[in-house]
């Protein structure tokens, strides 16, 4: 019973196919081609009369049988669209509550059944097209979630980089001044000295201290000194180019790292900075000087960050001990005069 049930729908396409099939050749596709002969048949022979008074009987015998192929054909034609009439209240009248048991409708009327059993095939594959679509949704929507989440994470990402960028300039610069700390110019000038090492570039390093700063903390206070020490700052700052490293190096001395620099460049430098800031005045209205000390490579000391500083710092004292207010090269160190015992050098 199955397997005939399965048959009927097959059946029935098969014999609505070929209806449609015999039909659209007799009503199009067989007059057409009689048509076309009967046209050649009557034009082509115009040169021979008696030829065209012979064909012409046939050709009307077979125009009398195109108009009964095409009478057939349109037959057939309301016969089929009869057929898909019932076919079309069988369907609905399938999808009706008050129609009998399956059973019964099975065997009383086996097409109605199978009509029945196509309607509710289609009514699964809506179910599952529906739960296709609500599943695709969903993935939609999820694919929408992580997207956004992707977004909010790449957004943190970048926040988090700024911040780190900012924490790693933080830590690297000086509260007081905004300079360079100890640190960067500890970092830069190992990375210039490296560079000598492979290309024999000069790098000079320029050590200052300011003179009487001490007094100037103790007499007027610390604010007046951080004002001094934010004023030598940006006298630096004004004054050097953007390869060179100024650092707030300790207290009240600064260090200045001067990329590609010989040492009378350095000496240049340091006597600019040393008279301007002679000639600066500040809100305190107290007079500031700096002792210089400049070591160079490779006039001065081995390729070493602790040779160069060692050498730079003991310019800087033979300025102190030479009076202050002075610049001071690695060579004259052992020019300079000896402080008196119990003498303090500021």
């Known amino acids: 019973m199955a397997e005939r049930r399965r048959s009927v729908p097959s059946s029935a ?4 196919k070929r209806k449609v099939i015999v039909a659209l050749a007799l009503t199009t596709f067989v007059p057409l081609l009689v048509v076309t002969y009967c046209l050649y048949a009557y034009t082509w022979p115009f040169l021979t009369p008696e030829r065209q008074a012979q064909d012409l009987p046939w050709m009307l015998l077979l125009l009398a ?16 669209a009869k057929s898909v009439a019932r076919t079309a209240e069988a369907v609905a009248g399938a999808k ?3 129609l009998a048991s399956p059973q019964v409708a099975a065997a009383s009327n086996p097409e109605r059944e199978a009509v029945r059993q196509y ?9 599952l097209m529906l739960s296709f679509s609500r599943m695709l949704s969903t993935i939609e929507q999820q694919a929408a979630d992580v997207n956004q989440y992707s977004k909010r994470l790449d957004a943190a990402y970048k926040e988090l980089e700024s911040t780190n960028a900012r924490l790693k300039e933080f830590s690297f610069k000086d509260e007081v001044t905004g300079l360079y700390n100890r640190r960067f110019f500890s970092i830069r000038l190992e990375e210039e000295v490296s560079r000598y090492r492979r290309f024999n570039h000069p790098v000079s390093v320029v050590l200052l201290d300011l003179d009487g700063f001490k007094a100037v903390n103790d007499d007027l206070g610390h604010a007046a000194g951080d004002e001094t020490l934010r004023g030598m700052a940006d006298i630096l700052l004004k004054q050097s180019r953007g390869i060179n490293v100024i ?4 207290g009240d001395e600064f260090a200045v790292l001067l990329v590609e620099t010989s040492k009378n460049g350095a000496r240049l430098y340091a006597d600019r900075i ?4 002679s000639s600066s005045t500040f809100s ?3 007079r500031v000087t700096a002792s210089f000390g400049i070591a160079s490579l490779p006039e001065d000391v081995t390729p070493s960050t602790e040779e160069l500083i060692r050498a730079a710092d003991e310019a800087l004292y033979a300025a102190k001990r030479a009076g202050k207010n002075r610049v001071s090269v690695h060579e004259d160190i052992g020019a300079t005069p000896t402080v008196r015992p119990g003498a303090k050098v500021e």
Request: overall charge positive; some cysteine.
């Open 65 to 80: 049988f195109t108009g009964v192929m095409m009478t057939a054909g349109s037959f057939l034609l309301w016969d089929l």
């Open 274 to 277: 040393r008279y301007i800031l």
């Open 284 to 286: 305190h209205g107290r």
């Open 119 to 127: 309607v509710q095939q289609n009514d699964e594959v809506d179910a």
């Open 13 to 16: 396409g098969q014999r609505v």
């Open 96 to 98: 009706k509550p008050s």
């Open 247 to 250: 650092c707030r190096y300790g």
